[in-house]
Structures are given as C-alpha cells and as structure tokens.
C-alpha cells in the first residue's frame, strides 16, 4: 500500500491503538503512538500526534493524559464497562440454546469491544462448558426468520425436533410442519423460547428455539393479535413451571415464612402474599397445572401446601403417592 495513502489513514490507525492498546492500567506515550505508526509505515512527528488526539477527543472518545507511572494516553471510558462484557460473557458461556463452537465465537467478539490486557483477564475468567450445549447448527438462522416474521407480520412454518434414546434429534409429529403466529422470543433458564399462537388448535404455545428448525415465513398474516395485544408475558412464563405446558388454573397456596425469596423468584415482585399466622402466609397465581410444577412443590416438603382448588389437591396427592411407589412404598 503507497506510504501516502496510509498517511490518509492515520488518525484510523490511532483511534484502532486507543481502542485495543489502551486502558488506565496500560497507556501509551506519544513516542510509543509514533513507533505504533511507524509499523504501518506512517511516519509522524509529536506535534502531529498531539493534534490527533486533540482531533479524536472532539469526535468524542474520551482520551486522558495519565501522568502518574505507567503515563500515557488512554482511552478512559468504553461502550461497556469490564463488569458488563463479564455478565455478557457468562450469560453466553451459560447459554444452552447455541452451541459451543458459536459460544466461543460470541465470546471472542466480546473480547473487542475492549483492549487486548483486559480482554486477556476475560478470558482467564470465562469458559465455555461444554456437554449441556445445544448442537443446532441453524439456531441464528431461526432466529433472524423469526424476528423477520415477527416485523412483517407473519406466520411462519417449522420442524419441531425432540431427543430420542439413541441421543439423536429427531422430527416430532413424524415430520410434519408446524404453523406458529409468531409473537414474542423469550429466555428463560438458559434456554430461549417462541411464544406464539398456535395455528391449528387456535391457544397460545411455547417452542424451545434450539428444537426449530427448517423455518420459513409464509405469505399468510399472523393471528392473535387481540390476545397478545395485553398479553401477561412475565405472568405465563412464572406459571410455566420448566416452561412445560399444561391446563392453567388458579391455586391458592400455603408456605412457611422463610419460602417468601422462593416465592417472589419463581412469581415476581408483584405476587400478593397475605400473612395467616406468625410463621405462614399465602398467595394465589395462575398455574400451568404439570408434574413439573408438583415437583418444585415437593421439593419444598412440608412447607408448602396446596390449599384450593380441591381438584389440585387430590391431584398433587395422586401425583405424591405415585412417586413413593416407585420406591416400594406401597401402603400409603
């Protein structure tokens, strides 16, 4: 590349310095800028440098003089803060629904977005475990159709895969395609979900994205929009216990105090808890009624009890004394 032409793109190659080389900890002098420069055959005098940054601080990176040793230049303020890309990376490293390969691809371009010393810090303090990742290659392509249709007002068609014994996904329905108004992406427990209204039985359905695949948008426009317009999306997800579907009912329940954090997490903030004595309280929410939902019960023991409906009661029982029987416990 001619020498006058890189001339041209000095202050690119500045900006490229302050933004990978630099932080507090790691400055650089205006003799290390100009031997920076030099290495794409630039070369320039103090002065010249002083200017530039003068330049690049009005275009509105924030550039400090560090005096104290190590002094130098650096770029003081970024679009995320170390905190930040840390949460953004865990939340990638425990991301279910991708695979491994496109975790660490994530995770690599994170490591950009600030310099190269604390990138290296990332790195030393995030992985990406493997053996719970997701192994659907398509997945960012199901989610750029989705969110595609979703904005054009779409329906969209897809294959609906599950696990088999033989550890391999296979189509369910024998591969018939599913047709889904598609209303809302949703991520909940590591794992990412389509809500959205179910064109051949007309009710509101929930599709783990990792098990979509083959999406196309199809000409027809969505459906429900007079259910979704007001739509409790916090509300279905908090009542869908492992987001497993099931009939939706009102159940009246009775903990011990110290469940109130259990309750306020699975339910929300907003759930009404009434005090019975010293030491319970109740509350009430709309239930998807499933064994997943008993099983969170159960897993709380004697400190949760289901007080109405009736028909849930005798229904936790059934779902109680089932249980016990596969440990032989047959006399209860």
Request: charged letters at 30%; aromatic letters at 12%; glycine letters at 6%.
């Amino acid at each position: 590349m001619p020498k006058s032409f890189n001339q041209k793109l000095k202050i690119l190659y500045l900006m490229q310095a302050f933004m990978e080389r630099t932080d507090c900890e790691h400055p650089m002098s205006v003799p290390d800028l100009i031997l920076y420069l030099d290495g794409y055959g630039i070369s320039v005098e103090r002065k010249t440098v002083y200017e530039d940054i003068e330049t690049l601080r009005i275009f509105g990176m924030k550039i400090e003089n560090r005096r104290e040793k190590p002094s130098g230049y650096y770029l003081a303020d970024r679009d995320f803060s170390f905190p930040e890309l840390k949460i953004l990376m865990d939340a990638v490293q425990s991301s279910r629904f991708i695979t491994e390969r496109q975790s660490r691809e994530l995770v690599r371009k994170l490591e950009h977005l600030t310099s190269i010393s604390e990138a290296k810090r990332l790195q030393s303090q995030t992985s990406v475990l493997s053996g719970s990742k997701a192994v659907n290659r398509e997945i960012y392509d199901s989610i750029q159709k989705i969110c595609d249709a979703m904005a054009d007002n779409r329906q969209i068609c897809f294959n609906y895969y599950e696990w088999d014994f033989s550890r391999e996904l296979r189509p369910k329905r024998d591969g018939a395609r599913y047709r889904v108004s598609p209303w809302k992406m949703i991520w909940n427990n590591e794992n990412y979900y389509l809500i959205g209204l179910d064109e051949r039985n007309g009710i509101v359905k929930h599709y783990r994205v990792d098990k979509i695949m083959h999406v196309s948008i199809e000409s027809q426009k969505r459906n429900g929009e007079d259910i979704f317009r007001n739509f409790d999306f916090p509300k279905y997800v908090s009542g869908t216990f492992g987001m497993f579907g099931g009939k939706e009912q009102t159940v009246k329940m009775e903990f011990e105090n110290h469940f109130v954090g259990v309750v306020l997490d699975r339910f929300g903030q907003d759930v009404m808890l009434i005090p019975k004595d010293q030491e319970h309280f109740t509350m009430q929410a709309r239930i998807s009624i499933s064994p997943q939902f008993y099983g969170w019960l159960a897993g709380l023991g004697t400190g949760a009890v289901i007080v109405s409906p009736e028909n849930i009661r005798r229904d936790y029982i059934s779902f109680l004394k089932k249980t016990l029987k596969n440990y032989g416990e047959n006399s209860i």
